[in-house]
């Protein structure tokens, strides 16, 4: 009776060892969980940030004002545009003359 209990463990620890649905997935499951944990972390941060961005919109003329100059390239009222071409890059800039 003791052989037979000890064979029929043996069996089911080779079960839950060896079958796909045993310990290998159980440990692939736990590592898909963790790397999405990372992911959803990420996410939130991202989405954190993206928020205070809209209430500083929201609740600021500055950060509009920001986003027009940078992302639209506007400039205000009473600014001067003005455009630096650094010296040495000539072949850069068209000359009016030459065809």
Do not use: H
């Not at 961005?53 to 950060?63: F, Y």
């Amino acid at each position: 009776m003791l052989i037979v209990l000890a064979i029929a463990g043996f069996a089911v620890q080779g079960q839950v060892w060896l079958a796909d649905d045993g310990f290998r997935k159980t440990r692939g499951l736990r590592a898909a969980v963790a790397e999405q944990r990372a992911q959803n972390q990420g996410l939130r941060d991202r989405n954190a940030s993206l928020d205070a961005e809209v209430i500083n919109l929201k609740q600021g003329r500055d950060a509009a004002e920001e986003r027009a100059r940078t992302d639209l390239g506007m400039i205000g009222k009473t600014e001067t545009f003005y455009q630096v071409i650094p010296a040495g890059d000539s072949g850069m800039v068209a000359n009016a003359d030459s065809p």
